[in-house]
């Protein structure tokens, strides 16, 4: 029984209106298995990185629970590495670098220790890796969730389309949820997507929150309204790895546990942005996620 | 005791993705005065309209418990019209003709029988007549509220924030609470708005909700998802008015029951963005009201 993440581990550099970073490390793998290591401790990783990538970087996920045997060093090759500075409104972003490196031949293997896998997620990544993931699972596990973005709806839609027909949750923004449907309204994109494989949908609105769909239910989460957004690189992987962090501990999928999983994801998502990279997610306590959980609580609750 | 609203009672024409109006009968007042006339049964307005207005609308108004007594008919004149064009998104739009009319010189007499006023709603208008308004009773409100929008923050900014000074609840899009601060964080915004003069400032965010400030607390409502936004003339008063006729109806303000109102004012608005103007108001039961609030409950219910 364990919770596999797939994605990516990286170098970001960073530009916000708050300051700028060199190289530190990120990646969707990275945000996603610190978040799911605050609710659960079998976690396993599959990513690739060069022979630059600091080993007291995979110590330290391994101090969170992260086990890292999936985790593939490339001699004589780089890590992946993004740059990127956000504008003024913190919502839209400029890549300013892109270099594939050890992702351009990316082939996730799966070690046999990994085969209990009971939970996946399929951190934002190229879909056919993702899908690869899946199919060299012996065992199809009780709950995967996919995180994707309009980059893979650009360049690969009728790959994403075919592994999106395997998950069991879709995690993605609004923007995309509408390019995705070709529908305006969030509800008739919804219903559209709900009909291309995943049972559950969730829509991130970023400062708006999140929705959760499925069948014709719908759950509104709020987002802790913040003074400061320090940097957003990494909260909807964050989100992602809280949600099925917290899905794993639970145990049982069901759309009231995902509720849950969805306010303790926008949690973690909320402290993410607090520092630039991955910075806050190395040592938050557990007083800290329950307060901020009582936040949450606090936000959203009126008697009726 | 009453609740008195003030503001336009005109013709709108409309266009939208879905279809074109004639003119058809709208304003801040019409609006907010039928959403308070679902939970409040004295209700007073002010207003002015020229001699082409119906009859007929004036004797619908008082079948919603709307005393018309301060509603000025100016012979030989024309009633307020404003013509506009949605986009695709709803959320942006064309004015097309604006015709002020009888609004030029609108002196907002206040009728005696109105002096018992408890609750004040200040609907869309120029802040100098809405200050004029207070001015004028005899007795302090228990309640005002305030509803503007950025086309009095861009031309008369001083009366607007004179006004502001003298009110308990603003309300006012995030566009708009960005641009009267100054600050791209609703929470900094927020902070800034509540040194201006109201105890409780209500951010409207559309499709994505509101947001309800007062000293350290905040409360996030939710949007009901919709399939279809038909017409989006009229949410805001309409939200505004449902929010002070329930706040009217319960008869205490404190920050629980305008989380109430903020979901009843919600409710009422997710109404009347389902037909052109006013119509879908007209002939609301309590049992539909009633089965939108419990779908705003489910929407946004967890337990944690």
């Known amino acids: 029984m364990s919770l596999l993440v797939i994605g990516t581990v990286a170098f970001d550099a960073i530009e916000t209106p708050f300051g700028k970073t060199d190289k530190i490390v990120g990646g969707s793998a990275t945000f996603a298995s610190l978040g799911a290591s605050y609710f659960y401790d079998k ?3 599959v990513a690739v990185v060069g022979d630059d990538f600091p080993q007291h970087e995979i110590e330290d996920l391994q101090n969170h629970n992260v086990n890292t045997e999936g985790l593939q ?13 956000y504008h003024n409104d913190m919502n839209s972003r400029d890549t300013l670098v892109t270099e594939l490196n050890v992702l351009e031949a990316f082939d996730p293997i799966i070690p046999d ?19 690869t993931v899946i199919n060299r699972l012996k065992n199809r596990p009780k709950l995967i969730v996919m995180d994707t973005m309009n980059f893979w709806m650009d360049i690969a ?3 994403l389309l075919k592994t999106i027909q395997m998950v069991d949750v879709l995690t993605i923004n ?31 609105k970023g400062e708006h929150g999140a929705l959760l769909f499925h069948e014709n239910q719908i759950f509104s989460a709020p987002a802790l309204p913040l003074a400061e957004v320090f940097d957003p690189t990494g909260a909807g992987d964050t989100f992602a790895g809280g949600f099925i ?43 800290e996620i329950a307060n ?13």
Chains 1, 2 share one sequence.
Request: charged residues 25%.
């Open 245 to 287: 962090g917290y899905m794993a501990k639970v145990g049982t999928v069901n759309f009231n546990n995902m509720k849950n999983a969805i306010i303790f994801g926008s949690a973690l998502a909320s402290f993410c942005v607090e520092k630039f990279g991955s910075e806050r997610l190395r040592n938050l306590s557990e007083e």
């Open 113 to 131: 220790s990994y085969q209990d896998c009971e939970y996946l997620m399929l951190g934002n990544l190229s879909p056919q890796v993702q899908q």
């Open 73 to 85: 060093i490339k001699q004589g090759e780089k890590s992946f590495f993004w740059s990127g500075r």
């Open 43 to 45: 976690i396993k990783i």
């Open 174 to 204: 609004d923007a995309e949820a509408r390019q995705l449907s070709g529908e305006f309204s969030l509800v008739k994109a919804a219903r559209k997507i709900l009909t291309m494989g995943p049972k559950y949908l969730i829509i991130k």
């Open 157 to 159: 839609l009728d790959e």
């Open 292 to 304: 901020r959980i009582q936040e949450f609580v606090g936000l959203a609750k009126f008697e009726l």
